[in-house]
């Protein structure tokens, strides 16, 4: 998965037990004159949650209408990875990431 701004991109890969991801990107507030205004301005971020079932999906797999539901014995374990790549961010040095 690719998320990607004007210069910017982060690439996203999940393990097989992910399900779904979660984005959230809030857009900053925009004063009248068209520029992000005040602390919005420093708000502008995405988040990225991966998630082993998608939404609801205890309630659907109860419903029989997810059959993707994991389950974990006692004691038992679950693990995952996830990779993020980011390209086209200024570092503090100013020059981009590639």
Known sequence: MTVKGK???????LGPNYRA???YAP??????????AGA???RNFV???????IINA???AHR?????????????IWQE???VRAVGFDHAGGSPEH
């Open 58 to 60: 205890l309630n659907l």
């Open 47 to 53: 988040c990225l949650e991966p998630v082993a079932g």
């Open 81 to 83: 990875s996830f990779w």
């Open 64 to 76: 029989e209408e997810y059959d993707e539901l994991q389950t974990i014995a006692p004691s038992g």
């Open 21 to 23: 991801v979660v984005i």
């Open 40 to 42: 919005a301005a420093n």
């Open 7 to 13: 210069s910017e991109q982060l690439d996203v890969v």
């Open 27 to 36: 857009k900053p507030a925009v004063s009248q004159a068209g520029s992000p």
